[in-house]
C-alpha cells in the first residue's frame, strides 16, 4: 500500500455482548451482533442461556453451565479482547457470580449492563436468585446500567409511581456502585423518555414515541448501541443520545417478521437507508466519522495543488495530478463546475490512480456523486454545498471531507459538522475566483488554527514567496491553482513551495 495511506484495518474497535441466544432473532445476541455491526464495531458474543423464542413469546429457556460461560468468556478476553462488554440476559445467580468473577480478574473500559428480568412478551428471564446476584455482583461493576421501569422497580426494591420515584430510584442504583443510571423507556404523552443520572446531574433524553407493536428487542439494542459506540470512543453523554437516536431509527423502520411483536430494524441506517430522513443521515455520518481507515492527511505542512477551470487550457487533468504528486504534492483536488457527470467520473478516476499510485490524496471538489462513483479520498465542500453530516452519509466511512471557511464562525460550524479539515481563505488578493471576502492574512489562519483544532489549508493568492508566514501562523499547509496551473513549469512550481516548507521545518526543528 502506498505511504500515506493508513486504512488500518486491524484498528477496528471490539464489543462483546454476554447475555442469551433468541431462536427469533429479534433480541438478545442475535440483536447485539447486528446491532454492533451496524454501528461500526466487531462483535463477539458469550452465550449464557438458549431460548426457543418467536415473535409470540418464549417457549423454552435453558441455561448454559457457569463453567461453559466462564470457558467462553476467557477465550474472547484472551485473544480478541473487547473495548466494550454489555451484559444482558444473565438467567441466574451461578452464572452472574462467574460473569463478575471475571470481569473483576480482567476489567474493560466499559460495561454496561442491561439487567434483563422480563421478556417482552412477559416471560421471566432471570431466576429470583439472580435478582440478589445482579445487584451485589455486577452493578457495582457497571459503567452504565439500563433497566427499564419494571427492572428499575425491581432493581430498587419498591413500586416506581411517579416522576419523583424515577429520580429516587435513579439514586438508589447509582449508589449501588455504576457510574451511570439509565432507566428507560418512560413514556410522557406523544415522547419517549430515557431518565440519565451520573450521580450529579439528571439528563432526560427525548424522543418520538412509535406507536408499533414490533419493539422486541429494544432494550438489548439500546444497551448494545450505548456498549458500540463506547467503543467507538464517543463520549458518555454523546454515546447515549446516538444510542436513542438509533434505536428510534429501529422502530421508525421496524417491520412484521411473524405473527407478535416483530424487531425493531437493527439496519435501518442501510437498509433502507434513508438519507432524506434526518434521523438516518445523523446516525450515518456519526458511525462513518470516526472509523479508524480515513487516510492520513499529513505529513505537515502539505501542498495541496487544485486543477481545473480555464488555467489547465487543454493539458491533461491526470498529467497535472502526476506532475504534482511526483514533485511532492501531498493532496490534489479535481475542480470543476461544468461538465456531465460520466465524464467527471471518467477524469476522476484517472486522476485517482495517479495520485495512489504516488501516495498521495485525491479530493473532488463540490460534487459528493462524482467523489462517490470515482472512489475518491474525499470530498472538499463550499458554504452553499451539502452540509458535512449530510456529505459522510452518501460517501460512507473512510473519507476525507474538507469546508471552505472564510471565518471563525464558519470554521467551528464546519468542525461541529465533522469536517476533517479547513480551506481558510482568501489569504491573499486573488484573482482564481470571486471570493466576495476580503482577504483575511494570516492572522486568522492563526487564530481559526489555535482555537479550532482542524488541520487548515489557507488559500488564495499564495506563492511560495508569501508562504512562511501562513506556516508561521499554523497552518497546516497551502492550497494554490493559479501559483501551480498558471506557472510557466509547473513542476519547479511545486519543487519552490517544498522549498519553502523544508526551509520551515528546518527552522523548526533546530
Not at 505511504?3 to 427469533?24: N, P, T, V
Not at 422480563?118 to 445487584?135: F, N
Amino acid at each position: 500500500m502506498p505511504q500515506g495511506r493508513q486504512e488500518d484495518r486491524g484498528g477496528i474497535k471490539k464489543a462483546l455482548s454476554i447475555a442469551g441466544s433468541d431462536s427469533g432473532g429479534g433480541a438478545g445476541i442475535q440483536a447485539d451482533l447486528k446491532t454492533f455491526a451496524a454501528l461500526g464495531v466487531y462483535g463477539s458474543s458469550v452465550i449464557t442461556a438458549v431460548t426457543a423464542q418467536n415473535t409470540l413469546g418464549v417457549q423454552g429457556i435453558s441455561g448454559l453451565a457457569p463453567e461453559f460461560v466462564l470457558q467462553q468468556m476467557e477465550s474472547v478476553l484472551a485473544d480478541i479482547g473487547a473495548d466494550a462488554v454489555k451484559t444482558g440476559m444473565l438467567y441466574n445467580a451461578a452464572i452472574i457470580k462467574a460473569v463478575a468473577g471475571k470481569l473483576k480478574e480482567s476489567p474493560v473500559p466499559w460495561l454496561v449492563v442491561d439487567p434483563v428480568m422480563v421478556a417482552t412478551s412477559g416471560d421471566r428471564l432471570l431466576t429470583p436468585d439472580g435478582e440478589r446476584a445482579l445487584r451485589e455482583e455486577l452493578l457495582p461493576l457497571a459503567s452504565f446500567i439500563t433497566p427499564n421501569v419494571s427492572e428499575a422497580a425491581v432493581l430498587w426494591g419498591r413500586p416506581i409511581e411517579g416522576e419523583e420515584d424515577l429520580c429516587r430510584a435513579a439514586r438508589a442504583l447509582h449508589e449501588l456502585g455504576p457510574r451511570f443510571v439509565v432507566i428507560t423507556g418512560i413514556r410522557r404523552n406523544t415522547r419517549s423518555l430515557d431518565l440519565c443520572f451520573d450521580g450529579k446531574e439528571f439528563r432526560e433524553l427525548e424522543g418520538p414515541f412509535f406507536e408499533t407493536p414490533h419493539t422486541h428487542g429494544t432494550g438489548c439494542t439500546f444497551s448494545a448501541a450505548l456498549a458500540a459506540l463506547l467503543a467507538r470512543g464517543f463520549s458518555p453523554w454523546q454515546a447515549l443520545a446516538l444510542a436513542k437516536e438509533y434505536v428510534a431509527a429501529g422502530l421508525r423502520y421496524a417491520y412484521p417478521v411473524g405473527r407478535g411483536r416483530g424487531p425493531l430494524n437493527h439496519l435501518a441506517p442501510f437498509f433502507p437507508g434513508d438519507w432524506g430522513d434526518p434521523g438516518i443521515s445523523k446516525i450515518r455520518a456519526f458511525i462513518f466519522q470516526n472509523w479508524g481507515s480515513r487516510p492520513d492527511l499529513g505529513p505537515f505542512p502539505a501542498l495541496y495543488c487544485i486543477i481545473g477551470g480555464v488555467l489547465r487550457g487543454s493539458r491533461s487533468y491526470a498529467e497535472l495530478a502526476r506532475v504534482a504528486v511526483q514533485e511532492g504534492a501531498r493532496l490534489v483536488q479535481l475542480r470543476e463546475k461544468e461538465g456531465e457527470s460520466r465524464e467527471l467520473v471518467r477524469i476522476a478516476r484517472e486522476m485517482q490512480e495517479v495520485c495512489r499510485s504516488h501516495g498521495a490524496l485525491f479530493i473532488v471538489n463540490d460534487r459528493v456523486d462524482v467523489a462517490a462513483a470515482a472512489g475518491a479520498d474525499g470530498v472538499h465542500l463550499g458554504q452553499e454545498d451539502l452540509s458535512p453530516q449530510a456529505a459522510r452519509a452518501i460517501l460512507g466511512p473512510g473519507k476525507i471531507i474538507g469546508v471552505s471557511v472564510d471565518n471563525l464562525a464558519q470554521a467551528e460550524a464546519a468542525a461541529a459538522a465533522g469536517a476533517d479539515y479547513l480551506g481558510l481563505g482568501p489569504v491573499y488578493p486573488t484573482a482564481s475566483k470571486d471570493c466576495g471576502v476580503p482577504p483575511c492574512g494570516p492572522d486568522l489562519v492563526e487564530e481559526v488554527a489555535r482555537r479550532v483544532g482542524l488541520p487548515v489549508f489557507a488559500i488564495g493568492g499564495i506563492t511560495p514567496e508569501n508562504t512562511l508566514p501562513l506556516l508561521r501562523a499554523g497552518a497546516a499547509g497551502v492550497a494554490v491553482i493559479s501559483s501551480f496551473l498558471g506557472a510557466p513549469d509547473p513542476r519547479k512550481a511545486v519543487r519552490a513551495f517544498l522549498d519553502v516548507f523544508h526551509a520551515f521545518k528546518s527552522r523548526k526543528d533546530s
